[in-house]
């Protein structure tokens, strides 16, 4: 069956970076889009960042020239490289999958991970 499993999350201090993984299973990851969502305490979970099949990526406003999102069709993996954190992105991190184009909105994302806590404190 359809299986994400994202992993990398931990606590790191302000400035620091961290590299979170989406392992994608039963299906060719190739042939979808990527989407990375973040949902801080009290929140809505929001977009972070997307990378289509063909490599194209798109960044919120709030991460980028931070974060990079990149892909290994082979090894089955979407990764996101996450530098310079701030407090602010605090969440539990979620990858999911899209047919079509990029697109924040969560609907039309079909299938979702568990998620992967990342907190920024000192």
């Known amino acids: 069956q359809v299986q994400f499993v994202e992993s990398g999350g931990g606590l790191v201090q302000p400035g620091g970076s961290l590299r979170l993984s989406c392992a994608a299973s039963?299906?060719?990851?190739?042939?979808?889009?990527i989407g990375w969502f973040r949902q801080a305490p009290g929140g809505e979970r929001e977009g972070v960042s997307c990378?289509?099949?063909?490599?194209?990526?798109d960044y919120a406003d709030s991460v980028k020239g931070r974060f990079t999102i990149s892909r290994d069709d082979a090894m089955k993996t979407v990764y996101l490289q996450m530098n310079s954190l701030k407090p602010e992105d605090t969440a539990v991190y979620y990858c999911?999958?899209?047919?079509?184009?990029?697109?924040?909105?969560?609907?039309?994302?079909?299938?979702w991970g568990q998620g992967t806590q990342v907190t920024v404190s000192s």
């Open positions: 999911a999958r899209k047919w079509r184009s990029c697109s924040p909105t969560l609907d039309e994302y079909d299938y």
């Open positions: 039963g299906f060719t990851l190739g042939y979808y889009n």
């Open positions: 990378i289509t099949r063909d490599g194209s990526t």
